[in-house]
């Protein structure tokens, strides 16, 4: 299985929250990041956490990290269309200097 | 300033042939990431290269993929006779630092390439 697990689907009304979770297995991984990717596209940097910190806040995303279950989610505040996409949760390892990347939460809005 | 740049968008080879992926760094990026993406897995490093060298090439497939990053010119990809399970999405990433200091990589939109 994968190191770093997230839930395949999430769906979510317009305008509510959506909370997408991870969980990662190197408890050194220093630098955690989330990345959105949509239909036929790249991956877009969406934001990152330090490992030092338990939360960050950019606009209506939110991440937490709680490190010592070695959880981190992202919350997206008031769920537009435009949202919907593949996020994908990476862990940074020092040890072979290498992201490491859960499979993906296909993100679902309804109307 | 541009983007990572991948090119073809979408590459169909028959089983025997060869493919080349080709992808240009942003601007002032010396480091060069290549992943593959199977359909509904997240990605998978194949190498890391610097201008003119390999520096890591631990998830590459010991026969027939091989890459480079000359000093002009874009990074390639190259994979020799495709079979089917080559099929995949190929992802190129740049970054403008050392890859020791974090993981913070800039994708290009990637190269899909159908085996049939």
């Known amino acids: 299985g994968e190191d770093v697990e997230q839930s395949l689907f999430l769906s979510v009304r317009e305008g509510d929250s959506s909370v997408i979770n991870c969980t990662y297995t190197?408890?050194?991984?220093?630098?955690l990041y989330w990345y959105k990717q949509e239909p036929g596209a790249g991956l877009q940097l969406l934001t990152y956490?330090?490992?030092n910190m338990d939360m960050k806040q950019d606009q209506r995303l939110t991440v937490l990290l709680n490190k010592k279950d070695k959880h981190l989610s992202l919350r997206i505040a008031d769920t537009q269309t435009g949202d919907s996409a593949i996020y994908f949760c990476?862990?940074?390892?020092?040890?072979?200097?290498?992201?490491?990347w859960g499979a993906g939460t296909k993100l679902i809005i309804k109307p | 300033n541009a983007g990572v740049m991948q090119n073809p968008r979408h590459l169909v080879r028959r089983r025997g042939q060869e493919a080349r992926l080709r992808c240009s760094p942003m601007?002032?990026?010396?480091?060069v990431y290549w992943y593959r993406q199977l359909p509904e897995e997240g990605l998978k490093f194949m190498v890391y290269?610097?201008?003119?060298?390999?520096?890591?090439e631990s998830g590459m497939p010991k026969e027939r993929f091989s890459a480079e990053f000359p000093k002009e010119g874009p990074s390639i990809l190259r994979i020799q006779q495709v079979v089917r399970g080559d099929s995949a999405a190929y992802f190129c990433?740049?970054?403008?630092?050392?890859?020791?200091?974090?993981?913070?990589?800039?994708f290009g939109p990637g190269t899909r390439l159908t085996v049939t």
């Open positions: 990433a740049s970054s403008p630092a050392q890859r020791g200091s974090s993981g913070e990589q800039y």
């Open positions: 601007k002032g990026h010396s480091h």
């Open positions: 290269l610097q201008k003119e060298n390999i520096i890591d």
């Open positions: 190197d408890s050194s991984s220093t630098y």
């Open positions: 956490i330090f490992s």
């Open positions: 990476a862990e940074w390892r020092d040890s072979n200097y290498q992201l490491i």
